[in-house]
């Protein structure tokens, strides 16, 4: 049986055992081990990631004439923001996902502009929906807002749609409850033409 572990100390998680669910102690690079409980034997490996050295990003003092950041003045600048120019430490300097150097302030803004995004999603099947049913409280309203469902509907089929919404069942409803009421009008006018 092979286990992926972390190997075993005060601070470290301490997996399952496979068979029994107990806790493994005693885990260390040998890479074999039995378990306390249900004496399974069992082989794992360990993540190498445990025993590297973490980074730690250390500021260097700034000297008379050097560049200094913007938000620790006692700090040597080591960047420039690429959004908003300001000089900035090693300690304050973010890696964005296209490689860019940004502060911390630009990368929350960044966020915010995402989240805006996300939140001005128009709707066009809730706009369709709309256009179908409200009018029918006001019925001679439709005569103007059932042919606008279509165009609507059509518009809005390829755009982004709600996260909560994802289907396409509000667009074909409210095409339908359009066409009907286009059918119903054409019915009216049909009848008033005949007699």
């Known amino acids: 049986m092979v286990v992926t572990a972390a190997p075993s100390s005060p601070d470290s998680f301490a997996p399952p055992c496979p ?15 039995v378990c306390g ?39 040597q600048a080591a960047a420039v923001c690429e959004d908003c ?25 960044r966020r915010k502009k995402i989240v805006h995004k996300a939140d001005e999603i128009v709707t066009y099947d809730s706009i369709a929906m709309a256009l179908a049913l409200f009018p029918l409280l006001v019925w001679p309203f439709t005569l103007l807002t059932a042919p606008a469902v279509p165009v609507v509907v059509i518009y809005g089929w390829k755009k982004p749609r709600s996260l909560v919404r994802p289907g396409s069942g509000r667009f ?22 005949l007699n």
């Open 19 to 33: 068979k029994c669910k107990a806790p493994l102690a005693g885990i260390d690079d040998s890479g074999e081990g």
């Open 37 to 75: 409980e249900c004496a399974t034997t069992m082989s794992y490996v360990l993540f190498p990631a445990r025993h590297r050295a973490k980074p730690v990003a250390r500021a260097v003092q700034s000297v008379d004439g050097d560049a200094t950041c913007y938000f620790h003045a006692q700090n």
């Open 85 to 109: 120019g300001r000089y900035l430490c090693v300690v304050c300097e973010v890696p964005a996902e296209d490689d860019r150097r940004l502060c911390p302030p630009c990368v929350s803004a």
């Open 172 to 193: 074909i409803a409210a095409t339908i409850i359009a066409l009907l009421q286009i059918g119903g009008w054409g019915a009216l006018g049909l009848n008033l033409w």
